[in-house]
């Protein structure tokens, strides 16, 4: 098992920047790809941001490119994804995923992620 716990939601002002943190622990030593995904109330969960095991190629969605940032820390550890420019539209729960793989891509779909964490809240005012 691999257990996910995101950190570093809250409150902002338009405009401004956070920084989530997605830490791994269980299984540290299996490979996976990792995922931010983002649910605001009464829409669908949605992909925002992935990094691949291998090369750690990043993708995002094109509402948040060249906004966001996806990285990891040197161990795999820990999961990253610095938010710049934020917009009221970008107020959701924000969750971590991690998908089992050791290519160089990551999934962009939920449901190729086997795991998830609790969610973080992300409220951006205007």
């Known amino acids: 098992q691999v257990q996910l716990v995101e950190s570093g939601g809250g409150l902002v002002q338009a405009g401004g920047s956070l920084r989530l943190s997605c830490a791994k622990s269980?299984?540290?030593?299996?490979?996976?790809?990792m995922g931010w995904f983002r649910q605001a109330p009464g829409k669908e969960r949605e992909f925002v941001a992935a990094?691949?095991?291998?090369?750690?190629?990043?993708y995002y969605a094109d509402s948040v490119k060249g906004r966001f940032t996806i990285s990891r820390d040197n161990a795999w550890n820990t999961v990253y994804l610095q938010m710049s420019s934020l917009k009221p539209e970008d107020t959701a729960v924000y969750y971590c995923?991690?998908?089992?793989?050791?290519?160089?891509?990551?999934?962009?779909?939920?449901?190729?992620?086997?795991?998830w964490g609790q969610g973080t809240q992300v409220t951006v005012s205007s």
């Open positions: 995923a991690a998908a089992p793989g050791d290519s160089d891509y990551a999934p962009l779909r939920s449901r190729d992620y086997a795991y």
């Open positions: 269980g299984r540290t030593f299996s490979t996976y790809a």
């Open positions: 990094i691949s095991w291998s090369r750690g190629s990043t």
